[in-house]
């Protein structure tokens, strides 16, 4: 039996292209013409450490993050008097950019400004899985994003809630000015599930580029992310307050997708790693609460879906049972609380069996002929499961040739599905790996995708994975987390003249063991009768 021939062997190389193919190719991709060309107004600037500071220790001391600043004389020429066809006109955030300088402009650039400082940190520590992963306590980081201010477990309160609600505020009034279906031109970069992993997100970042116009590419690659920012993980609030802060300074470069995690009934179902649970622990009351209500303020006014580049459509669950059109989502009035789940209103409203579908269905694992045609999911007896064939239509249908979803754990952050036509990207890394099962589980890789221009006018599709925490790295650190837990257990209660001492004890490869507790020879002797 030969080889099997992989399914992502490259046609002819360019040496076989005939040349009028490879000029028509280079044509379609320089077929993008542009009104004009205008010459902003600003510049980014990165300084190096103070002349006086060099002297006095005798050493550079690096270089600070860029910043904006208008363009000084020195770099134009006397007299010059701007040709008017070259004045730039607007901002090239869009016109709906909060205002240099504001007060949430400084909050949300100041934020953004601190994640890349941790970026940095990131790429120079151990790997860790997010659980595990602890920057000065607990409350720490939020502290830090929401203040700029770094200090050892601090005690969140009003300080930290204002400035929280304020970014949710001026986010809802972003995506309120943009439609259920938003435009998003390419290249881009779309990220699936985070559930509440900073780090996942900020490692992402680390390896693939950064959304900022100092430091990163944002003014040249536009970023979406699908869905699912909370429940589950340890940083919930961080997620999103990172998010907001982006959607802020950047409303036409950053898009922000709904998933079904964006909805007070889910985030409620799930208890104690619900986002409910999760603002009521991280915050007193009435702080907790008062965050989760701005939050969901501002899901209820998300988009649905982003059609990318008129040739992919993004949306968090997938096309449902096939009945309904790009056309018909983009009619999804918001605020959009709830979902309706009732089948006699699916049956008969294509608008809110559209909207439901795009957030809660899933496709079949499977390109067989077995899985084509639409199932019951194994969410529950609403939600469709679609095969290779409606997907397939749907594409047809709405004059696209991709359809980019999340929604569901993958092992490797994205798997190709329905003939090419579908894309699963996941970008929680190691999903089901906690402290105390690191040495058992190997975990799952995040992603992202890249979609760009190439040479022969087609619209590539990059995948782009982090590979997941491996069980050696993991190991060590849940052995840390271990003498963590240790060193915080070890508790002497005196009683009497006899002190006993409760120990959690780390046992191996087989994790927590439980609780050891060594007694006094009084309560020792009292225990063998």
Not at 74 to 102: C, F, I, K, M, N
Not at 169 to 179: F, G, L, M, N
Not at 410 to 433: N, Q
Request: glycine fraction near 10%.
């Amino acid at each position: 039996m030969g080889k099997r021939r992989s399914v992502w062997t490259e046609g002819p190389s360019e040496a076989l292209v005939p040349r009028s193919s490879a000029a028509e190719g280079s044509a379609r991709a320089l077929r993008q013409v542009y009104h004009t060309v205008v010459i902003d107004g600003r510049n980014e600037i990165a300084s190096g450490a103070g002349e006086k500071l060099r002297e006095k220790e005798g050493v550079s001391t690096g270089w600070s993050d860029p910043r904006t600043i208008e363009i000084r004389s020195y770099a134009v020429a006397g007299d010059l008097q701007l040709s008017d066809e070259l004045r730039a006109r607007g901002g090239w955030r869009g016109p709906h950019a909060t205002q240099r300088g504001s007060q949430v402009y400084e909050l949300a650039t100041g934020l953004i400004r601190e994640a890349a400082q941790v970026v940095n940190c990131i790429r120079s520590e151990p790997d860790c899985i997010d659980s595990g992963w602890n920057v000065g306590g607990r409350d720490a980081l939020l502290h830090r994003l929401l203040t700029g201010e770094t200090r050892p477990n601090p005690v969140l309160g009003r300080d930290e809630a204002e400035n929280f609600c304020l970014l949710a505020t001026a986010c809802a009034e972003a995506v309120r000015e943009q439609p259920t279906v938003v435009c998003v031109p390419a290249p881009c970069k779309v990220f699936g599930d985070v559930h509440g992993q900073l780090r996942s997100l900020l490692l992402l970042f680390s390896v693939y580029g950064f959304p900022s116009h100092g430091i990163g590419d944002v003014q040249s690659i536009t970023y979406v992310f699908n869905g699912d920012f909370v429940d589950r993980g340890p940083h919930q609030l961080e997620v999103i307050a990172l998010l907001f802060a982006l959607k802020i300074v950047y409303p036409e470069r950053v898009f922000l997708i709904r998933g079904n995690h964006e909805f007070r009934s889910v985030n409620e179902n799930l208890g104690a790693c619900g986002f409910k649970a999760h603002c009521k622990s991280r915050f007193p009351a009435p702080f907790g609460w008062k965050l989760y209500d701005t939050s969901h303020q501002t899901f209820e006014l998300l988009p649905l879906a982003a059609w990318l580049g008129h040739a992919v459509m993004v949306m968090h669950g997938g096309v449902g049972d096939g009945s309904w059109d790009i056309h018909d989502l983009a009619h999804v009035e918001r605020p959009l609380r709830e979902l309706e789940v009732r089948d006699d209103a699916l049956a008969e409203s294509v608008v809110a069996r559209a909207a439901f579908h795009a957030v809660w269905s899933d496709p079949s694992d499977s390109d067989h002929f077995m899985r084509r045609g639409v199932h019951q999911s194994g969410r529950g007896e609403h939600v469709p499961e679609f095969g290779p064939d409606v997907t397939i239509d749907f594409c047809r249908r709405n004059d696209i040739k991709v359809v980019i979803r999340s929604h569901q754990f993958v092992k490797e952050g994205f798997k190709v599905m329905h003939a090419g036509h579908l894309i699963t990207v996941f970008s929680a890394r190691d999903y089901f790996v906690d402290v105390d099962n690191a040495a058992q589980e190997k975990g799952n890789d995040a992603a992202m995708l890249l979609l760009t221009p190439d040479r022969n006018g087609d619209l590539r599709i990059h995948p782009k994975q982090v590979s997941g925490c491996r069980s050696g790295v993991a190991a060590s650190l849940r052995n840390k987390k271990m003498q963590e837990k240790l060193d915080v257990a070890r508790v002497l209660v005196s009683r009497g003249r006899s002190v006993f001492l409760w120990v959690i004890t780390c046992g191996g490869e087989g994790g927590l063991r439980g609780a050891d507790r060594r007694t006094s020879p009084m309560r020792r002797r009292q225990s063998s009768s």
